[in-house]
C-alpha cells in the first residue's frame, strides 16, 4: 500500500539535453549530475509523446505528461508505461494508431 503523502509531488527538469539516447552511434551529450533518492522516479520520454495532438487540435504536452504522472506515485515503471501509452492513445486524434 502506498501513501502518497510520503511523496513530494515535484518535479526537477534537466537542464542539459541533446540527441535522442542511442539513435546514433556519434553523438555528443551534456552531462549532468542529479541525486536520485529512493521513490524517485526518473521519467525519460520523447517528443512524440508529448507532440500528439487530439481532435480539437490540443497537444498532450508535458504538463498533462506530468500530471498524469504525479497522481499515480506508486505505479511501477511498467505500470507507468502503461498508464501512459493508454492515456495517449485514448487523447490522439488518429483513432488509428493501434494499441
Do not use: W
Request: aromatic residues 8%.
Amino acid at each position: 500500500m502506498c501513501n502518497f503523502e510520503q511523496f513530494l509531488p515535484a518535479c526537477l527538469d534537466l537542464e542539459t539535453g541533446g540527441l535522442v539516447l542511442g539513435a546514433f552511434s556519434d553523438s555528443v551529450y551534456q552531462e549532468g549530475l542529479i541525486e536520485i533518492k529512493p521513490h524517485d522516479l526518473l521519467l525519460l520520454y520523447t517528443d512524440g509523446v508529448t507532440e500528439i495532438y487530439n481532435e480539437a487540435n490540443e497537444e498532450f504536452g508535458v504538463e498533462r505528461l506530468l500530471d498524469l504522472v504525479k497522481t499515480h506515485p506508486c505505479l511501477t515503471a511498467k505500470e507507468i508505461t502503461s498508464l501512459v501509452q493508454n492515456n495517449i492513445l485514448d487523447f490522439a486524434a488518429d483513432q488509428s494508431i493501434q494499441r
